[in-house]
């Protein structure tokens, strides 16, 4: 099965609700890799690469996120797989 990769922009109530670690965890659970980063506009971006179905796992995962999160959006965008990660991180 082919390889790709997505971009995920979650907006909402992200940050300081442990959503950068749940998200790794379910990266690793999904076998995606890539990266997790808080960015200074309140939002979360996770940059992942792996099976397109895990990778829907990841995108639908992403619009709930852990317990204490509220999102309210998020941005999806499919791009090619560029084979540039060798595990999934969080980023700071």
Same mark, same amino acid.
């Given at each position: 099965?082919? &390889?790709?990769?997505?971009?995920?922009? +979650?907006?909402?109530? +992200?940050? *300081?609700?442990?959503?950068?670690?749940?998200? /790794?965890? &379910?990266?690793?659970?999904? $076998?995606?890799?890539?990266?997790?980063?808080?960015?200074? $506009?309140?939002?979360?971006?996770?940059?992942?690469?792996?099976? /397109?179905? !895990?990778?829907?796992?990841?995108? $639908?995962?992403?619009?709930? *996120?852990? /317990?204490?999160?509220? +999102?309210? /959006?998020?941005? +999806? &965008?499919?791009?090619?797989?560029? !084979?540039?990660?060798?595990?999934?991180?969080? &980023?700071?």
């Amino acid at each position: 099965m082919a &390889k790709e990769r997505v971009n995920i922009i +979650v907006h909402g109530r +992200v940050q *300081g609700v442990f959503y950068r670690a749940r998200t /790794k965890e &379910k990266a690793i659970e999904l $076998d995606l890799n890539g990266w997790v980063k808080n960015r200074i $506009d309140g939002t979360v971006e996770i940059v992942a690469e792996g099976k /397109k179905e !895990d990778l829907e796992r990841m995108v $639908d995962w992403s619009k709930q *996120g852990p /317990k204490h999160a509220h +999102v309210t /959006k998020i941005e +999806v &965008k499919w791009q090619p797989f560029m !084979d540039e990660f060798s595990d999934f991180t969080v &980023k700071y």
